[in-house]
């Protein structure tokens, strides 16, 4: 399921952590809109959320003991954006909120 999205929403992205110890280049990924609610958890918001850019990305194309983290950068499609939070999936992908990243 997950290269039918990849196939369908695609992105070619570049990670960067948020320590520049990791750095994926000419990574393929999906660029996603989805609700993303507006607070710790949706109770907390009266279930209100934000639609916001989330690239979805496969979990094992980290190195080995690494992951994707919240505040890495990512370029997608020559866009500079910031990792808001990492929501993993146990299937194999990870869906990171963007936001725009500070100059």
Do not use: N
């Given at each position: 399921?997950?290269?039918?999205?990849?196939?369908?929403?695609?992105?070619?992205?570049?990670?960067?952590?948020?320590?520049?110890?990791?750095?994926?280049?000419d990574q393929?990924?999906?660029m996603l809109?989805?609700?993303?609610?507006?607070?710790?958890?949706?109770?907390?918001?009266?279930?209100?959320?934000?639609?916001?850019?989330?690239l979805r990305?496969?979990?094992?194309?980290?190195?080995?003991?690494?992951?994707?983290?919240?505040?890495?950068?990512?370029?997608?499609?020559?866009?500079?954006?910031?990792?808001?939070?990492?929501?993993?999936?146990?299937?194999?992908?990870?869906?990171?909120?963007?936001?725009?990243?500070?100059?």
């Open positions: 399921m997950l290269d039918a999205v990849f196939a369908a929403f695609p992105a070619s992205y570049t990670y960067f952590s948020p320590d520049g110890m990791v750095v994926l280049a393929s990924g999906a809109r989805s609700p993303i609610a507006l607070g710790p958890d949706a109770e907390d918001t009266g279930g209100i959320g934000q639609f916001r850019s989330v990305l496969r979990t094992a194309d980290f190195p080995d003991g690494t992951e994707p983290e919240q505040g890495a950068y990512v370029v997608v499609e020559g866009e500079r954006s910031m990792i808001t939070d990492v929501l993993t999936d146990p299937r194999g992908w990870s869906d990171c909120p963007l936001a725009l990243a500070p100059e």
